[in-house]
């Protein structure tokens, strides 16, 4: 008997690959979507071959599209009868120092990463208010914390937009609905395997991952994960003058 049904958006690679093994190993059945689907396509059979009590579906999907995310929501929908829980989890994280030339970079990262979370909550929650249940997990990152510098200032301020999302829609109080954010710290990606070896406090994925999903199956409000060393981290780091977050980041 199926845990529930999940959809995770990025799940082609990185920590949302992840997230459906880690997901499929607790029974749930998945709706995985990303814009490569031929990765898709091997994760789907890896999956049912492992965890053959599951269902899984697939479909292509760019995030910043949103009458792709309305229509391969509404498609998941259709397939499974309804939809537990939906992890926002598609990201970007291309960069560049503002005015320096980098504004294609920055501007995909901010439209995957803030307008396409934008998008895939609306659809969500319009699944969830005719359900009347459900839950909307997003994937911030401890960057979201302060403001960073150079490469990292538009995905900085990409993820700090998910989390004040993820909190208005707490606020909100939608009944039926629980809304997580998630803030990963450093966890092995393909997202950021070019500085992995120079980044302090990285841990690899299946750890960083098993994380995220105890944090999302405990349907937290707000969780940094792992917790040490990010949970004290978050704390000094809102604290903290400009001038030492400086030279942190």
């Not at 949103?66 to 309804?82: I, K, N, S």
């Not at 969830?128 to 960057?143: D, P, T």
């Not at 940094?224 to 400009?242: G, N």
Request: hydrophobic residues 45%; contains cysteine; glycine residues 10%.
């Amino acid at each position: 008997m199926s845990t529930g049904t999940i959809i995770i958006t990025g799940a082609s690679s990185g920590l949302g690959e992840e997230m459906a093994r880690q997901f499929a190993a607790l029974g749930y059945d998945l709706g995985l979507c990303a814009r490569r689907v031929d990765r898709l396509t091997s994760l789907k059979r890896e999956l049912s071959s492992a965890h053959p009590g599951i269902h899984v579906e697939i479909a292509a999907l760019d995030v910043t599209d949103d009458a792709g995310v309305a229509e391969v929501f509404g498609l998941f929908r259709a397939a499974f009868g309804r939809i537990d829980r939906v992890i926002v989890n598609a990201g970007s994280g291309l960069g560049a120092a503002l005015g320096t030339g980098g504004t294609a970079a920055n501007r995909t990262t901010a439209m995957t990463n803030f307008v396409g979370a934008l998008s895939q909550s609306e659809h969500a929650l319009e699944i969830f208010r005719a359900q009347k249940s459900g839950h909307l997990v997003l994937i911030s990152s401890f960057s979201a914390v302060r403001g960073m510098r150079r490469s990292m200032t538009t995905y900085a301020a990409s993820k700090a937009g998910v989390a004040a999302l993820a909190e208005g829609l707490r606020s909100e109080r939608i009944p039926g609905v629980d809304v997580s954010l998630i803030c990963p710290g450093y966890i092995r990606s393909e997202m950021n395997a070019a500085a992995a070896n120079r980044t302090k406090f990285m841990i690899d994925t299946v750890p960083g991952v098993t994380a995220m999903v105890r944090a999302i199956e405990a349907r937290r409000s707000v969780a940094y994960v792992p917790s040490w060393p990010w949970v004290p981290l978050a704390a000094a780091m809102k604290l903290l003058p400009l001038s030492i977050v400086r030279k942190l980041t």
